[in-house]
């Protein structure tokens, strides 16, 4: 293509946090990388950056990736002090040099929380999102058991929005956007996802309890009501969920103080 | 030689899945948490057969080399699922579903395997939309409905262009209610890295721990194996860089036969290379082709202009002008081929020569930008922002690439590979699709093997195991598995070389992609079978792995992959060379019609090529499983 010939190639600083290891302290570390083409990705540009090191006999820099397509959630770098950098809508993945100018120094840290300490490198551990999940995160629906599926007609509206909230793919740049490094946002998404289906009714109030009391105990933080998490969304999902959740999770609570749930749910006939 | 018996139940078609289920042994309520098994990946497959075995009452461990679950490429497919629900009323059915799917596959699957395909496809829908997966729906409330991949009906179901990712956060959420219930032990970030047989059947697994580097044994009362394609072989494919062959490659070193490894689909509408430093090809909805037209210029020295000054005259729109019926919507492999043609010729576009142009000019003239923008805008925006053009401006530039695999383990009816106690489901394993997958139906033989085949027939071989005969992890055949482990692994660090593991996976993948990968001849495929062997005996001398074995090491994770693609490399070159006919995503180009259309060879080669591994530097065995087709006539795949 005629444009990108006429492209120059670019040339950049990485200032790139290393750390060996959980308890290891942590540093940048910087590093030239040049005759960039602009059409190269990001991620692209760490593997050339790490061929580079492997063949200097230095460690690459380990980072996160899988699918390099913006869906699976697992790239997860903060450039330029933004999660994900400085597109919008996007993922790491999808972010590409000619966001970048010549000469440029970049600063390309893990996701910053408590509650997702830091692995190794550029590598953090979310594993708290998947306990939040574990705890309410669902529909109970035992394989074999599901009437037809035309069976309860679902309001396109209501799909729609469900929708919009199931967008979400788990990365966990909305923790790390927010000051208070809140995982209001990624809750409120997979809530208001059940929540708004007629399927998901059952086990809604217990669901949003479950879910939210997880999420407290994992050591995430408060919203404050910034909306930095909907700013860094790579599926930029509305903190409107957020507020919904808090109403369900009110009426929940309110509920729960008057019809508690039995403790257990074993027994009965026999 | 290995028994191949494909245990199919007799009987007349559309009652064979229903008499076996009601004939196969069942295991008591009681015994079944006195089994456990092994789920190896999470994907559709992996995730709905770890929940529902879990469900089930058995106990279950899952390990996934990635850090969650819900991380499986599953997640990437876009398109959507067929089911024959029929909700169209337009005459779609099991049988048609069915039909549909085995002349696709040009006749090169089992027709009782394909039938209980299209059965379960209806409990399928059933089951996701109980679970909250956010379909498609229309104003009425009811499911919506679009016919896929030149269906004559619409039976695909989806949402929004993510199908995948909400099909399998579906499937990841059966899976965490039972990881929260205790009912599964989940291992994130554990890649299995061997199988062990014990007596000649499945009974556990080694994994590495890719945080501590920790080696670890576990036994189980069966394995199963789900753990996707091996398109990276090519290096370059639509698939997640991490998606690897090592499980399945590891099981056929320890017998279980390799089926069909040379049905590999290549798919038309991608984003081409941009440079050397490219690690993943990006895959577009082939729906573009419904109102973009496709060209080069006719003229070589035309390549490197700006396209919209190449006067009409001058362009070759070569699908509308060889395939006149068809034109820019001829089949997937007969576009794909296509276009590598043109640029073989010299006449391809866009800096590196392998790229056509996807022209809707004419579709802009006809509809509006905004027209176009209404029905392609997404598309259009994937484009834009990987290449910085806008395809309302000037033609985009597409070029096919790897993405499915339709080959992998030999499994029967049952699911379970030659290897007793080994079951394999999803991508990996041969079953369903023949020597070609239509589009919408991955995701539907994912679910079908995970959530409503493997929870009924993996009874019928626990059933012979006599409860609590679960082997010890402590036992001679796990320990010889940890050193061979712990072997490789050394000899990767210590191997000191000059390049990196990526070096030979990119030169790998060139040698693939030039000899086997979308037109394939005797000449190219031998050519191919003499550099792997030296480019693997190059690896083992030259490769450059950094780091230590007792931490994180992204560099030893991808090179025990690339060891393992350039032995699989070699047997998908050797298994496209010895079937020496034409067949779906397999093109001999000795086996053509004049118009390029695939020349199967009923006679010679209807049946399953199944390998089967001889040791170290011995020719694999060819096995073959006879394709008997009772009840349906294979005919020349046309699409005329």
Not at chain 1, 135 to 152: E, H, K, Q, V, W
Not at chain 1, 156 to 176: L, S, T
Not at chain 2, 248 to 271: M, S, V
Not at chain 2, 301 to 310: L, R
Request: charged content about 25%.
């Amino acid at each position: 293509m005629v444009a990108e010939n006429t492209t120059k190639n670019l040339s950049i600083t990485l200032r790139v946090w290393r750390q060996a290891g959980p308890k290891a302290p942590g540093r940048f570390v910087d590093y030239q990388s040049k005759d960039l083409n602009p059409n190269m990705s990001f991620l692209e540009m760490l593997d050339v950056v790490n061929d580079e090191l492997t063949l200097k006999g230095e460690e690459p820099i380990a980072f996160a990736h899988d699918c390099r397509e913006g869906i699976c959630g697992t790239c997860s770098c903060t450039i330029n002090g933004k999660p994900h950098g400085p597109g919008h809508g996007v993922a790491t993945c999808q972010v590409y040099l000619r966001a970048f100018r010549d000469g440029d120094v970049v600063t390309v840290e893990p996701f910053r929380a408590a509650a997702f300490p830091i692995v190794k490198d550029l590598i953090t551990d979310r594993s708290a999102f998947d306990k939040i999940q574990q705890a309410g995160g669902f529909i109970t629906a035992r394989t074999g058991s599901a009437p037809d599926a035309n069976a309860l007609p679902v309001p396109k509206g209501d799909a729609d929005r469900a929708m919009d909230a199931a967008a979400c793919i788990g990365c966990g740049a909305c923790v790390a956007a927010c000051k208070n490094a809140s995982a209001m946002l990624f809750v409120a998404a997979k809530v208001s996802h059940l929540g708004l289906l007629p399927q998901g009714q059952a086990e809604r109030d217990r669901r949003v309890l479950a879910m939210v009391s997880t999420m407290d105990a994992m050591g995430f933080g408060n919203c404050t009501n910034q909306y930095e998490c909907s700013a860094a969304c790579p599926k930029l999902i509305s903190h409107d969920f957020i507020a919904r959740m808090n109403a369900d999770y009110l009426k929940a609570s309110w509920r729960s103080v008057f019809k508690p749930e039995p403790a257990s749910s074993a027994g009965g006939a026999g | 030689m290995a028994t191949l018996d494909s245990k199919i139940p007799p009987g007349p078609l559309a009652d064979k899945w229903r008499n076996h289920k009601a004939n196969i042994k069942l295991v008591n309520p009681a015994n079944k948490r006195k089994y456990e098994v092994i789920v190896v990946g999470a994907g559709l497959a992996g995730s709905s057969a770890a929940a529902t075995l879990a469900d089930l009452g058995y106990r279950v461990k899952n390990f996934v080399f990635h850090d969650s679950p819900r991380r499986a490429h599953s997640i990437a497919a876009q398109g959507g699922i067929n089911a024959a629900k029929n909700y169209q009323n337009d005459g779609d059915s099991v049988y048609r579903l069915f039909y549909d799917t085995l002349k696709g596959g040009d006749y090169r699957s089992r027709e009782a395997n394909v039938h209980r395909l299209a059965e379960v496809s209806i409990n399928i829908i059933d089951q996701c939309v109980a679970q909250g997966v956010p379909f498609a729906r229309e104003y009425g409330g009811l499911l919506a409905n679009r016919s896929f991949g030149g269906a004559q009906v619409s039976r695909t179901f989806y949402a929004r262009g993510q199908t995948g990712q909400q099909l399998l956060l579906g499937a990841y959420s059966a899976l965490s209610r039972m990881i929260g219930a205790g009912a599964v032990e989940m291992h994130t970030q554990s890649e299995m890295l061997d199988l062990v047989i014990v007596g000649g059947q499945a009974k556990g697994i080694v994994v590495r721990d890719l945080v501590t580097g920790a080696i670890e044994r576990h036994a189980a009362d069966a394995v199963v194996l789900a753990t996707g394609g091996y398109g990276n072989v090519f290096n370059l494919s639509t698939y997640a860089r991490g998606s690897n062959a090592t499980a399945i490659w590891r099981a056929y070193k320890h017998g279980a036969c390799f089926a069909n490894p040379c049905y590999t689909q290549i798919h038309p509408t991608c984003i081409p290379v941009s440079g050397d430093y490219q690690s993943k090809l990006t895959l577009m909805s082939e729906s573009l082709r419904n109102d973009g037209r496709i060209w080069v210029p006719k003229k070589k020295e035309d390549c490197a202009k700006d396209p919209n000054s190449i006067p009409e005259a001058d362009r070759d729109y070569y699908l509308e002008r060889i395939y006149p019926s068809f034109g820019n919507l001829a089949p997937r492999d007969v576009a794909s081929r296509a276009a590598k043609r043109v640029c073989d010729e010299g006449r391809g576009v866009g800096p590196t020569g392998l790229g056509v142009y996807l022209d809707f000019s004419d579709a802009i003239k006809r509809l509006g930008e905004n027209g176009v923008r209404e029905r392609y805008g997404n598309l259009f925006d994937i484009y834009h922002e990987i290449t910085a053009e806008s395809g309302y401006r000037t033609p985009m530039r597409i070029y096919p690439a790897v993405h499915y695999t339709m080959g992998g383990l030999w499994v029967d009816y049952n699911l379970m590979s030659n290897v007793p106690g080994l079951f394999v489901l999803g991508e990996a394993n041969f079953s369903d699709h023949g020597a070609n997958r239509l589009g919408a139906s991955a995701l539907m033989q994912g679910l079908a093997d995970g959530y409503f085949v493997i929870p009924y027939t993996i009874g019928d071989y626990l059933a012979t195991q006599k409860p609590g005969s679960r082997p010890n992890a402590d036992g001679a055949e796990f320990k010889a598995a940890e050193e061979n482990v712990r072997a490789m692994t050394k000899r990767f660090l210590d191997i000191k070389g000059r390049e990196p593991v990526s070096h030979f996976h990119k030169r790998l993948g060139k040698i693939m992609w030039e000899g086997c990968g979308m037109a394939r001849t005797k000449a190219t495929l031998e050519k191919a079978l003499r550099e792997i062997p030296a480019l693997r005996e190059e690896f083992w001398q030259n490769v450059l792995v950094p780091g230590s074995a007792d931490t994180l090491n992204q560099s030893l994770e991808q090179a025990g992959r690339v060891a393992d693609f350039l032995e699989l490399g070699e047997l998908l070159c050797l298994d496209a060379l010895t079937r020496e006919e034409s067949c779906g995503g397999h093109f001999r180009e000795e086996h053509q019609y004049p118009d390029g259309e695939c020349k199967r060879d009923d006679e010679k080669f209807n049946h399953v090529a199944a390998w089967e591994y001889q040791g170290k530097d011995k020719a694999p065995l060819r096995n073959a499983e006879p394709l008997n087709y009772e009840f349906v006539k294979p005919s020349v795949r046309s699409y005329k």
